[in-house]
């Protein structure tokens, strides 16, 4: 179905009924691309693939079409409709998803999980964009920490859904059962949420600036640079410990599918959710005293995990692990409310989706694209020095990312002062 070229003529919906079904979709989208990481054992076995191939389907496979298609797609939707792009977006990733479950090997598999970046590339960039339309700058930074909770509740969700089914019938069925439940939301959505429409006294400016305004504005900003090279770093580590984590507790700590399940779902909804609240409410609290700290909240969020994570990961217990994990969990989750609402503070309102996009681009091409895969293969480099305990080390090597993320963010919180577009729009 064709998306209007404008913006519906009804009443918008209340802000807190956007957000809500904004979150209920961006959990489905964290859902379809995390349910992979608790089912790599079973898919392994089956289709049996290496754990650089497990790393490709993770990230490269997901990461490639999902980075570069989310350019042209917020710009589509700056410039006709962002309500009708997330509903298309989502029917199309939730329909690729129930597709894996039909693979019959790493092609298959592959080509599938390209279909799902496609479609998840038209669900987040015009998320926040809509969410910074309907909510107040003083009150961003936790909106979009509200959405956020769709990493946690979208990763928790996958990994205990998808455990038990693959558990209790097969890994296929994991994927056909989320898939299709994506699908039957997809109506709901576009029943409910509606874009926002301009106020009056801007209707007769264009709905956008060109693509290539934008994007010269942005590079010619150093605290987007920061801000992105410093997100994607981060999202190295992070997207590579949310797939490779199941595996380490398999491997190393000699628990089960459910129990691996349990243990990762309680972390991301404990550590998780407290993470993502903290650094929103943080972000308005301290950013409206010196827009810097939208910046510098998260890098030193980035410096407590280091040590705690490494104690986790190196610990011999499953139960010392879980404890060590909760901190540096939340601490991992803290930058996306002040960072996702300093970028929307880079350029002006007409232009958000797209901004976003271009920010995502660098944050997923080399977070998710590249932290997987980096993993998984340096997995294989180190087997012949550790043996089965070889993705243990990989993990606490790679945990150095987090350090320079850290100051990166430093270093952006100054620039920002200079580069922050205030928002003159009517609440």
């Known amino acids: 179905m064709d998306a209007p070229a404008t913006a519906s003529p009804q009443a918008p919906a209340r802000p807190n009924v956007v957000l809500a079904m904004l979150l209920v979709v961006y959990i489905f989208n964290f859902v379809d691309r995390q349910i992979l990481s608790i089912l790599a054992g079973p898919i392994q076995r089956d289709l049996g693939l290496s754990d650089s191939q497990l790393g490709l389907l993770g990230g490269l496979a997901f990461a490639l079409l999902y980075s570069t298609l989310a350019v042209p797609l917020a710009w589509l939707a700056d410039r006709t409709s962002r ?83 693959a558990a209790t019938v097969d890994w296929r069925a994991a994927f056909l059962a989320v898939g299709l439940a994506g699908i039957v939301i997809a109506p709901l959505f576009r029943l409910l949420v509606r874009d926002k429409p301009a106020p009056a006294a801007a209707s007769a400016a264009p709905e956008a600036p060109r693509f290539g305004a934008i994007a010269k504005e942005l590079a010619a900003k150093p605290s987007f640079w920061l801000l992105a090279f410093g997100a994607a770093t981060c999202s190295m580590m992070g997207y590579g410990l949310a797939f490779w984590l199941p595996s380490l507790l398999q491997r190393s700590f000699g628990l089960d599918l459910v129990q691996t399940s349990h243990f990762i779902g309680a972390v991301l909804l404990l550590g998780g959710v407290a993470g993502m609240l903290l650094g929103g409410w943080l972000g308005d609290r301290l950013g409206t005293r010196d827009r ?64 976003s996009a271009l920010f995502l681009l660098i944050n997923n091409l080399i977070g998710l694209g590249g932290g997987i895969f980096a993993l998984g293969a340096l997995s294989d480099a180190l087997k012949p020095a550790y043996g089965t305990e070889a993705l243990r080390y990989s993990m606490l090597y790679a945990l150095g990312l987090y350090l320079v993320a850290a100051l990166l963010m430093a270093l952006a919180g100054p620039r920002l002062r200079k580069d922050w577009v205030t928002d003159t729009a009517a609440a």
């Open 83 to 165: 309500s009708w792009v997330i509903t298309v977006s989502l029917t199309l990733w939730s329909g690729f998803t129930a597709l894996c479950g039909l693979a019959g090997g790493f092609w298959h598999i592959f080509l599938a999980r390209l279909g799902v970046g496609i479609g998840e590339a038209g669900g987040v960039a015009p998320s926040y964009a809509l969410i910074a339309d309907y909510f107040p700058s003083h009150r961003r930074a936790f909106a979009l920490s509200i959405y956020s909770l769709g990493i946690p509740l979208g990763s928790a969700a996958g990994v205990l859904a998808g455990g038990y089914i």
């Open 292 to 355: 810097a700290y939208f910046a510098y909240v998260p890098a030193l969020a980035f410096v407590i995990c280091v040590p705690l994570f490494a104690a986790g990961i190196h610990s011999s217990s499953a139960r010392v692990a879980f404890v060590l994990f909760l901190v540096p969990q939340a601490m991992a989750y803290v930058w996306l409310g002040p960072v996702l609402s300093a970028v929307q503070h880079l350029v002006a309102p007409a232009a958000r989706s797209t901004a």
